[in-house]
């Protein structure tokens, strides 16, 4: 089956965060014979063009989202709120 896991985060702030969960996702999906491909919002110039060329062309069967936590990683910023 081909799957597209799409990392839908956009926030570079206070850092980019490797989407872990997506690669979670994608590791098992190919460990389980899957055709997988992967697409990080957080580093693309134009989403949807970049996105719909990926449609298109890979034309997946099941697309998976990862979402970021709420969480900033920011330590400083939590221990403000203490």
Partial sequence: MKILVISANRKLLPDPVYPLGAAFVATICRENGHD??????????DIQSELSHVLNDFKPQIICLSM???????????????
Wanted: aromatic share 8%.
């Fill in 36 to 45: 997988v491909q992967t697409f990080d919002c957080n580093f693309k110039i």
């Fill in 68 to 82: 970021r936590n709420v969480d900033n990683t920011t330590i400083a910023l939590s221990l403000i709120h203490i």
